[in-house]
């Protein structure tokens, strides 16, 4: 997008009153999006990003900005008006930029972006005439295909370049059942950093139509979620977003930096059951939020955050571990040029453990089996978080008996790490998209069967019984 | 980027009709951590959207990037976009409304501020956060952003709209501690006039909101009878507006199917749309192109209209509202300045009503916990014990649960206290029959 001439050039205005560290990235991205409704294609779009964010540090301050203009004028004058909100003198000047070579660990046989809008089309269809066969109480379907390929360039000030490509990949499966003026949805949405083959070998596309569809119908015949503290068995994959929105997000520098997050002094103390191990790890090949190096350079790692209960990591970015007096590890993320980057997850989950899914069901008398999880929100400083359950059951006697809708888990981080009494061994992981500072980006969550021995449950179907 | 080749091509290439709407976006943001500027950013970016009409057949690009070539290359993906395209609506695009309400709404008093000056302010806002609470012991940031942007939406039928427009944002977040209670609370302002910043009732706010959580504990779980803060009232309201969108009632996935002239709230409601109330959040033109007019949604429990976008009019052989608004990709249908009327009674003056109930202060996690297809709803929620009609002690980790339409035809009496919210709704306080709320 730019050359190393200019970048230097650039990078040198920015360094001009007293910035320690300046660094461009530079992206262009080609995003396709398919929409079916009802098994016609209903929305096609093609849209392009392209700009730069420059970021200057000084110690434990940073300066952000963006511009699409790209021309040695737009960026000299972006660079200037940043570096005049320091006011000291200049402590370097950057010589020669050196290109990093970057080893890309997520191989596929093509991009999705030279994939024909009709193959995709295809398969979507696919999917559809699995949905709309199921059941006539199915009264709308979508089905999407978004896919991106992400060119990104960063200089930075200790004199290196690096480039990588990113190309990601996600289908949407979206149900919806009515009856009798009951409405319910079921929905699956599955990616991964590859090419077609992801979608076409890896991933079922029947299967997958089916379960939504079969989702969405079984919640039509549940009846109200009963609510009040209860035992809550949580499922493989999608249920791990409960570890990542309660302690996920309370791990990040971002908020543990500033000490505002409630394992801010937690390094080397116990914050979990002892059967607990959890992982963030953006190496995984071809994940969903695998990368090959982060967004400031840094290769992406596993790193272990609670081991055996005791917490043995935090995610964190170069301008965090200032703060912290700790190095970065490749945990540094951001949805586009136009965020300033800052320490995120990536594929995060819960460690297998010894029990088995059916031991945890038959060894619980009555609570709430929560098979699949919906979206929820944390706030990292209290650790309170909330959950929707999209697949709900109620567990008696050992047995998973009548399904429930309308559940809501709430508590606190802290809290439910310490109750997590079971860990079964089918880990699964499943994808996302993460929302915060640094924006939204793809990120898997994954655990196996848990089984939490008290949460509170929110419903509308009165006490447990 | 040149305009005129673009429509030349698009025609040359058998494009019907095309749209080009431009947005250009000017930004600047700053925030303090222990009396430093921890961060500041500054932006200014560029996106231009097309669309064109191909074999009857919309098709949409998008760029940020523009250069030689940019007209040719929307034109192309417009085409490929449009031909696998396989509605069965006619693609419109809008030839110009008989009458436009233009009006500046872009306030140069904002930008005439000294950045200085801005960050004094929030010098000053943090200070007193400091002094203003032993129980506040850390401050989590103070934040200033501003945002100026200018819209131009131009089609080869020669309408020609531009738009512009800014506000400001502060922000304030506390952390507030007793014993081993941690507690969090904020306040943010968003406006387009300067005036409208008070330092000291800011500060006091955002303190407020974490200190008067503490000491919170849980209820015993049953259906109480609930006051909704204006807050809460407009987190509510946005999802149940989804509802009055034409497409939803077309694809079957509305609450308002069938409610024309019926009723889907207590007759203490009535609902409007205002795009032109003089606010940040004022539109003249909706982003077909199509004036915007204010509107009466819900009269006293009644609803009288749906919410249209060309689309959906046309479907049903009637004319637009002016509610088309993007979504991503297309022309979904959206509302600007929905409010609910206030009544004549003052918020305690509800409160008095009741023996015993849960004033709910805040609502969390509506993006998943809310199913506005179905209605149903569990959010994680925040409040007060209600006792012998006075607010008694707070409430946290709590849930409510209930249904939309339930709700709102379960309203027993609306206050007098109308707070317009970051989304642009404006609700007074409500008073509701009962709702499941669960705790112990």
């Given at each position: 997008m730019i050359g190393k001439s200019l970048a230097k050039d650039v990078l040198n205005a920015g360094l001009a009153t007293g910035a320690d560290f300046a660094e461009i990235y530079l992206e262009q991205s080609e995003v396709s999006f398919l929409m079916l409704e009802n098994g016609k294609v209903e929305s096609a779009l093609s849209s392009t990003s392209y700009g730069a964010g420059i970021r200057l540090l000084n110690k434990l301050q940073s300066v952000y900005g963006y511009t699409n203009d790209l021309s040695r004028k737009g960026l000299i004058k972006l660079a200037e008006s940043l570096a005049k909100s320091y006011s000291g003198s200049r402590l370097m000047t950057i010589e020669n930029i050196r290109k990093v070579a970057i080893k890309n660990a997520h191989a596929y046989e093509g991009p999705l972006s030279a994939v024909s809008r009709e193959e995709k089309i295809a398969l979507l269809k696919e999917a559809h005439q699995v949905m709309s066969a199921y059941d006539k109480r199915i009264v709308r379907i979508q089905n999407a295909f978004s896919n991106y390929r992400k060119n990104v360039t960063i200089f930075n000030s200790d004199g290196k370049q690096f480039d990588d490509v990113k190309e990601r990949g996600r289908m949407v499966f979206a149900a919806i059942a009515s009856e009798n003026g009951k409405i319910e949805?079921?929905?699956?949405g599955p990616g991964a950093t590859s090419g077609m083959e992801f979608f076409t070998t890896k991933i079922d596309v029947k299967e997958t139509a089916r379960k939504v569809a079969e989702l969405a119908i079984k919640m039509l015949t549940a009846s109200e979620c009963p609510s009040g503290k209860m035992p809550v068995v949580i499922g493989n994959a999608f249920g791990g977003v409960v570890f990542h929105e309660a302690c996920g997000h309370s791990l990040e520098a971002t908020s543990v930096a500033k000490k505002l997050s409630v394992f801010s002094e937690s390094l080397g103390k116990q914050i979990a059951s002892p059967i607990v191990t959890a992982i963030d790890d953006g190496t995984i090949p071809n994940a969903w939020g695998s990368n090959n190096i982060d967004d400031e350079g840094n290769k992406t790692q596993r790193n272990v955050l609670i081991k055996d209960g005791i917490c043995t990591s935090f995610l964190i970015d170069a301008f965090n571990g200032r703060r912290m007096g700790m190095k970065a590890n490749g945990a540094c993320r951001r949805e586009s040029y136009k965020y300033e980057p800052t320490s995120r997850m990536s594929n995060t989950f819960i460690a297998s453990g010894t029990s088995t899914p059916e031991e945890i069901i038959s060894s619980t008398k009555l609570g709430l089996y929560a098979a699949s999880m919906g979206g929820g929100s944390v706030n990292p400083a209290t650790g309170e978080f909330n959950f929707a359950c999209s697949e709900a059951y109620i567990i008696r006697d050992g047995k998973i008996a009548e399904p429930v809708r309308g559940a809501t888990l709430i508590g606190s981080g802290a809290d439910?790490?310490?109750?997590?009494?079971?860990?079964?061994?089918?880990?699964?992981?499943?994808?996302?998209?993460?929302?915060s500072s640094s924006g939204n980006i793809p990120a898997d969550v994954g655990q196996p069967t848990i089984r939490v021995s008290e949460i509170l449950v929110g419903g509308r179907g009165g006490a447990l019984k | 980027m040149n305009y005129a080749k673009f429509f030349e091509l698009a025609k040359a290439r058998g494009i019907s009709a095309s749209e080009l709407y431009s947005s250009r976006k000017y930004s600047l943001s700053f925030e303090l951590f222990h009396s430093e500027v921890s961060s500041y950013t500054t932006s200014e970016s560029f996106a231009m959207s097309a669309r064109g009409i191909y074999n009857d057949k919309f098709g949409v690009a998008i760029t940020e990037k523009v250069d030689k070539r940019t007209p040719e290359h929307l034109v192309d993906e417009i085409i490929a976009n449009a031909k696998v395209i396989e509605k069965d609506d006619k693609a419109l695009l809008f030839k110009g409304s008989e009458k436009y309400h233009k009006r500046?709404?872009?306030?140069?008093?904002?930008?005439?501020?000294?950045?200085?000056?801005?960050?004094?302010?929030?010098?000053?806002?943090?200070?007193?956060?400091?002094?203003?609470?032993?129980?506040?012991?850390?401050?989590?940031?103070?934040q200033y952003s501003e945002e100026a942007s200018e819209v131009n939406l131009v089609n080869s039928y020669g309408l020609n709209l531009k738009s512009r427009s800014n506000y400001y944002v502060y922000v304030a977040s506390v952390v507030a501690k007793q014993g081993e209670e941690v507690k969090t609370g904020f306040k943010i302002l968003l406006s387009n006039d300067p005036k409208e910043l008070d330092i000291d009732k800011f500060v006091k706010e955002t303190v407020e909101d974490a200190t008067r959580k503490l000491g919170g504990s849980q209820c015993k779980s049953k259906k109480y009878p609930i006051i909704l803060n204006q807050k809460s009232a407009a987190d509510f309201l946005d999802p149940f507006l989804e509802s009055a969108s034409a497409e939803e009632v077309q694809k079957r996935s509305s609450l308002f199917i069938g409610k024309l002239d019926q009723p889907v709230?207590?007759?203490?409601?009535?609902?409007?749309?205002?795009?032109?109330?003089?606010?940040?959040?004022?539109?003249?033109?909706?982003?077909?192109?199509?004036?915007?007019?204010?509107?009466?949604?819900?009269?006293?429990?009644?609803?009288?209209?749906?919410?249209?976008?060309?689309?959906?009019?046309?479907?049903?052989?009637?004319?637009?509202?002016?509610?088309?608004?993007?979504?991503?990709?297309?022309?979904?249908?959206?509302?600007?300045?929905?409010?609910?009327?206030?009544?004549?009674?003052?918020?305690?003056?509800?409160?008095?009503?009741?023996?015993?109930?849960?004033?709910?202060s805040s609502v969390n996690g509506l993006h998943a916990g809310l199913n506005s297809q179905s209605g149903n709803f569990s959010l994680q929620a925040e409040g007060f014990m209600i006792r012998d009609g006075k607010i008694a002690e707070p409430l946290s980790l709590i849930t409510v649960a209930g249904n939309l339409l339930e709700l709102f035809l379960d309203v027993r009496e609306v206050a007098n206290n109308p707070e317009l919210q970051l989304s642009g709704i404006s609700t007074p306080s409500l008073l509701i029959k009962r709702l499941a709320i669960s705790g112990k």
């Open positions: 949805t079921g929905f699956e439910i790490l310490m109750k997590i009494d079971m860990v079964a061994n089918d880990l699964e992981r499943a994808q996302g998209m993460c929302g | 500046n709404m872009f306030n140069k008093e904002i930008e005439a501020i000294s950045i200085e000056q801005k960050m004094k302010n929030l010098y000053e806002i943090e200070a007193k956060l400091k002094k203003s609470d032993p129980r506040v012991v850390e401050i989590e940031t103070v709230a207590s007759k203490k409601i009535t609902i409007s749309e205002s795009p032109l109330t003089k606010n940040c959040f004022f539109r003249y033109f909706d982003d077909e192109g199509v004036a915007t007019s204010n509107k009466k949604i819900v009269e006293k429990g009644l609803l009288k209209t749906y919410l249209y976008n060309l689309e959906t009019a046309q479907r049903e052989g009637t004319t637009t509202t002016g509610n088309g608004y993007k979504e991503g990709s297309k022309i979904g249908i959206g509302f600007v300045n929905a409010s609910i009327k206030p009544g004549r009674k003052s918020e305690a003056e509800l409160i008095a009503k009741i023996k015993e109930g849960v004033y709910i």
